[in-house]
């Protein structure tokens, strides 16, 4: 890596999804010359099948009081929304331990005022990047929805009143509103609850390849390769040396790692055991079916949005426990198929299917900080459900600490340390 004069010295960051990206544009708005790698091109991993949604409302972390009681039936029922696979169940444990330790009503209220302290400036964050790039045509503001069956009343009240102290727009929607909004929707869906500042990407993976290519008018490079490790530079003690497989190696005075559900690994192998795994979702596109919704739908109880975006109608969601190995599950494709029929009259079949890593910590929150062994690499992964929304915020945090200038957010609750 060559070194500019004018800028504070040579950045990497690892992986290329929109959390890399975001952070590649960060650093360079700090003035560091970055190299951004990854095994696959820009943009193809989790980032390109999303629900499309800026879920800034999302202070609600996935383990909530009383889970446990609710995990075995949700794990085991055959149409459930989350699913766990019988070979994976060993490996994911201690994970799932973890995870319903977070749940209770104390840590879940300090999860949600850590979160909602991402998640309140995410939004300009995201501004300033788009607004850059000139990416706002890919970004609609029409707010989203989640409906609710007659019986799920009492869900969709508790919804409204966990949100309201956290001052997220939010409100109940009556019946008769709900049909005005969506009329495409069935008479299944007896009431809603619209979250009408939520924005939404027509296109999560076109603008991930706007962000891209923002980064590389701003003098970024790119290059195709798998990270091995990091390691301390034998001399110069300001910089570090990544090995990539290939036996390339590449000298940093800062790297980031963006890698998602891949970083688990890497993280442990600079001494930060973490209990990172991955929570697979998949998602089923129906084609003609682009005009159907005005908004993001979600079925909560279903655990899919219904997201209408440039290609189709995108019915995207659900959890597998199943690590990064395994094959898809076709019966998952076909959940989602028919639970998007439960409440829309949908005649064809989807034209496409696609599942992808979310990169969960069992408290629902990131990892953004140092590692703990060089302090020249910052961590950036673990964004679970909200990694498109928050992709933003954490890229500038990462961009701050790694040019020693104070951040936007306070990041101590967000480090590695908490699991140390
Ligand atoms: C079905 C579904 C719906 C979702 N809906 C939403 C939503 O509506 N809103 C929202 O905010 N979030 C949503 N998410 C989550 C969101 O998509 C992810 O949090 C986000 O894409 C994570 O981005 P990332 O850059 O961290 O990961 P990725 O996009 O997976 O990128 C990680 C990159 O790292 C690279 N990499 C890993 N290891 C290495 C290595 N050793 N060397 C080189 N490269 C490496 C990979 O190749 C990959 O390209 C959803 C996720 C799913 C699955």
Not at 44 to 56: E, P, Q
Not at 179 to 188: D, Q, Y
Not at 318 to 328: D, I, K, N
Not at 343 to 371: A, C, I, Y
Request: proline share 6%; charged share 15%.
């Amino acid at each position: 890596m060559t070194t500019n004069p004018n800028t504070r010295g040579n950045a990497l960051v690892v992986g290329a999804g929109v959390v890399g990206i975001a952070t590649a544009l960060w650093l360079q708005r700090h003035g560091w010359t970055v190299t951004l790698l990854d095994r696959q091109p820009p943009g193809t991993a989790t980032s390109f099948g999303n629900a499309c949604t800026f879920a800034t409302y999302s202070v609600e972390p996935v383990a909530t009081p009383g889970i446990w009681r609710q995990a075995p039936a949700l794990l085991f029922k055959p149409d459930s929304p989350l699913k766990v696979r019988p070979a994976y169940l060993g490996k994911i444990a201690p994970w799932l331990w973890q995870f319903l330790r977070a749940s209770s009503e104390r840590r879940v209220h300090g999860i949600s005022r850590d979160l909602d302290t991402l998640l309140k400036p995410c939004m300009s964050s995201w501004s300033t990047l788009l607004d850059d790039a000139q990416a706002n045509h890919l970004i609609r503001h029409d707010g989203s929805l989640y409906i609710f069956e007659a019986h799920e009343r009492p869900v969709a009240e508790e919804m409204v009143a966990y949100h309201l102290p956290f001052d997220v727009p939010i409100r109940l929607v009556e019946n008769h509103e709900l049909h005005a909004m969506e009329p495409a929707l069935n008479a299944r869906a007896a009431l809603g609850v619209e979250l009408p500042k939520v924005s939404r990407t027509l296109d999560p993976y076109a603008l991930s390849l706007r962000l891209f290519q923002r980064f590389l008018e701003m003098g970024g490079h790119f290059l195709r390769g798998e990270l091995r490790d990091i390691q301390r530079h034998a001399v110069d003690s300001e910089q570090v040396v990544a090995h990539l497989a290939s036996g390339q190696t590449l000298t940093a005075a800062r790297v980031a790692l963006c890698t998602g559900a891949w970083s688990k690994q890497l993280a442990g192998s600079l001494g930060d055991h973490l209990p990172q795994d991955t929570e697979r979702g998949y998602h089923v596109l129906f084609e003609q079916a682009g005009q159907l919704l005005n908004r993001p739908v979600c079925w909560g109880a279903g655990g899919f949005y219904m997201t209408p975006m440039a290609q189709g109608l995108r019915v995207g969601g659900t959890v597998e426990f199943a690590g990064t190995q395994a094959l898809p599950d076709p019966r998952r494709y076909r959940y989602l198929a028919s639970g998007a029929r439960r409440f829309l009259n949908l005649q064809h079949e989807p034209s496409s299917q696609w599942m992808g890593f979310r990169s969960s910590m069992p408290d629902s929150k990131p990892v953004v900080g140092r590692s703990h062994l060089l302090p020249q690499v910052f961590y950036n992964f673990g964004h679970g459900h909200v990694g498109l929304t928050l992709g933003a915020i954490t890229g500038q945090l990462v961009a701050q600490m790694a040019s020693g200038v104070p951040t936007a957010v306070e990041v101590e609750a967000f480090s590695a340390r908490r699991f140390l």
